[in-house]
């Protein structure tokens, strides 16, 4: 009870601290003013916006109100769906890349780890450059497009968003579980099941990724968050009509605060959901 | 300084520092002997004596070829270099720097309140901080564009920039400083010295710092590493250090111009030359960008791994030479009788 209570509590702070953060913004949309009244009448708008959410409105180009829910739960899904799935894929893949790498010999693992090291510092938009430019190049050369480059109206790209979006975390997680499963791969219960002759794949997937499920849980907070800064830019360079080009557009107080805390909800749900099916099953509290 | 000395050692340290350091000293000593002069090259002809327009590629035009004004382009590259730099270094320095006091401060005094602290600077992680960013400063670049004359002037633009980026990322980083030190406060040898009375600023001017300040350097450098990206997020979202002017290109359109030619906002600027026939244009500054990150990467890889590797093989040769008094032990023979 008092667990469920803590986590509650923490989606309390968090949105708590949106709310104020999105009243802040709101000091600077035209000119700056530290404004001590302006920054409390924000905050309860944006209090009296989640009351009765027709407050909810945007000016239009032609000026008049408008209530966000014209378009607001299609770009909401979107971009829901392009984090979700990317941040999923840099798990599996970030896994899948250390099941193939975690028994090579010594010397061997050592340079991998380096150069994924190094691999994992590339900025984001060094990545989208060169596979957009792949993408162009292949579609000069032979007229048939691999992925469409950017979204249109109509047309929808999820596949080579995902995939760019997805690259440098899932070398993170990559990294992070290579160095886990080092230290793991040194204890006494490995040589144990070495000596029992279980197959490698069944000794990584059955016994040490169980055991290091709350590392890797714990350092996904940092993937998180690069991947959402990640987002705003990809949204902007691919063309994709998402809920942080919504923001971009229409930036008031009480959007943001109630897209973002919308935003965060499905997140907070999942490690929610994650950290009681840990304390479930290991007894292990997780920390995030 | 012993620090520095093994640090040279390493092969990408040093790769990382002279590349830095080189870059910055270049672009400076630019400054100072040609005052940033960007040469434009005149029209080019072809083979056959006909006009070819700008951009020009780096062969016919070397070393890098010119922009759509006809700029050299490794000039502009050059100049900004200093401003990129600059403005990422002191940036990250300001990030750190009040954090440590702020960091120790409520480590020592604030301790009751730091679960709510941690929490609400935890609420920092999901406004994703270039969009942050992006809204803090929008409105002096937005003025910049849409009324020319009403933007601040390039100096307070600059400044107005550092601050905003250094400032938001304060709370994240106390935080962060904060568990630092209390990790090292929990250490056995400071309820030592605190039975032996030892007052709050000895430990921390004798105790902690010798510590803390190594994880400080591992700090700064990650922040130079992000502060390029989100310089670089905001160059995507046109908001460019110092401001922008408008420009006529050689086709007579108005086209906004960075200011300083840093190179955050250069690659904003020229990204949608991957569109165009010149996509080279548009790798240029992204890809010196990335190679001042890969420079500094590799000054933390091993700054990382001289202090991973420093404190246990000092600990291991401690264990070792009592290894070798015990292998003159017979099996089974008391510790004490080795005495007598």
């Known amino acids: 009870m008092a667990a469920s209570f803590d986590i509650f509590l923490r989606f309390f702070y968090v949105a708590l601290g949106l709310i104020f953060l999105s009243a802040f913004v709101g000091l600077f949309t035209d000119g700056f003013h530290l404004d001590i009244g302006l920054f409390v009448s924000n905050v309860i708008g944006i209090l009296e916006s989640f009351v009765s959410p027709d407050e909810l409105s945007i000016i239009g180009p032609n000026g008049k109100e408008y209530t966000i829910f014209l378009q607001f ?49 590339l900025p984001d938009l060094f990545i989208i450059i060169v ?34 979006l997805a690259l440098i975390p899932s070398l993170m997680v990559y990294k992070v579980i290579l160095f886990l499963v080092k230290d ?54 691919f063309n994709i009509n998402g809920i942080f080009t919504f923001i971009i557009t229409y930036p008031e107080p009480n959007v943001i605060a109630f897209t973002l805390i919308l935003f965060y909800l499905p997140i907070f749900l999942l490690y929610a959901l994650v950290t009681l099916l840990i304390g479930k099953t290991t007894g292990q509290r997780l920390e995030w | 300084m012993a620090m520095i000395r093994q640090l040279i050692k390493y092969k990408l340290f040093l790769f990382g520092a002279v590349l830095i350091g080189g870059t910055f000293l270049a672009s400076l000593f630019y400054f100072i002997f040609f005052n940033d002069q960007i040469p434009s ?11 070819l327009h700008a951009p020009y590629s780096g062969i016919v035009y070397p070393p890098l070829g010119t922009d759509e004004f006809g700029r050299d382009i490794a000039a502009v590259m050059l100049v900004g270099a200093k401003y990129t730099i600059g403005a990422a270094f002191l940036i990250s320095l300001l990030r750190v720097v009040p954090a440590i006091f702020i960091g120790v401060f409520i480590q020592l005094y604030l301790k009751g309140i730091k679960r709510p602290l941690k929490s609400i600077a935890d609420s920092l ?22 009324f020319e004359e009403g933007a601040p002037p390039s100096g307070i633009q600059i400044i107005i920039y550092v601050a905003v980026l250094s400032l938001i990322f304060i709370p994240i980083n106390s935080v962060l400083i904060a568990n630092e030190v209390e990790l090292i406060y929990n250490k056995e040898f400071i309820a030592c010295s605190r039975t032996l009375g030892a007052g709050k600023w000895r430990i921390i001017t004798k105790h902690i710092r010798p510590f803390l300040v190594p994880q400080l350097w591992i700090i700064l450098i990650r922040e130079f590493i992000q502060s390029l990206i ?26 906004a111009v960075s200011l300083s030619s840093e190179w955050a906002g250069t690659l904003g600027m020229w990204w949608d030359y991957l569109w165009t026939s010149y ?29 991973a590797s420093e404190q246990p093989v000092q600990m291991e040769k401690a264990v070792k030479e009592e290894d070798v008094s015990l292998t003159h032990l017979t099996s089974f023979q008391l510790l004490k009788a080795r005495n007598e």
């Not at chain 1, 829901?80 to 896994?95: E, K, V």
């Not at chain 1, 690069?226 to 705003?232: I, K, N, R, Y």
């Not at chain 2, 080019?44 to 006009?51: A, E, F, S």
């Not at chain 2, 890809?287 to 001289?306: N, R, V, W």
């Open chain 1, 73 to 121: 739960w299609d770009h909401y899904f979107y971009s829901l769906m392009i984090f979700l799935s990317a941040f999923l894929l840099a798990l599996g893949a970030g896994i899948l890349l250390a099941y193939i790498t975690a028994f090579l010999p010594e010397n061997r693992f050592n340079s991998v780890s380096k150069t994924v090291s190094l691999l994992e510092a």
């Open chain 1, 131 to 164: 596979i957009q430019f792949a993408v162009l190049f292949y579609f000069k050369q032979t007229g048939t497009l691999l992925f469409p480059v950017a979204s249109t109206g109509q047309n929808k790209s999820y596949m080579l968003p995902v995939l760019a």
């Open chain 1, 184 to 237: 793991e791969l040194e204890k006494p219960y490995v040589n144990l099941a070495k000596g029992k002759g279980i197959s490698k794949s069944m000794l990584f997937f059955r016994h040490i990724l169980r055991n290091i499920i709350p590392s890797i849980f714990s350092h996904s907070k940092s993937i998180l968050l690069l991947l959402l800064s990640s987002m705003v830019i990809f949204e902007q360079i």
């Open chain 2, 41 to 51: 090259s005149p029209l080019l002809y072809d083979d056959n004596g006909r006009p």
């Open chain 2, 125 to 146: 992680t999901y406004f994703p901080i270039t969009l942050l960013a992006f809204l803090l400063l929008n409105w002096v670049s937005l003025r910049g564009i849409l």
């Open chain 2, 230 to 255: 989100l310089m670089s997020h905001l160059g995507i979202l046109s908001i460019f250090i110092g401001g922008v002017v408008f420009k006529e290109n050689l086709f007579g359109n108005r086209a």
């Open chain 2, 279 to 307: 996509p080279w244009i548009a790798f240029i500054p992204i890809g010196l960008i990335t190679l001042l990150i890969l420079a500094a990467k590799g000054m933390l890889d091993s700054l990382e791994h001289l202090l």
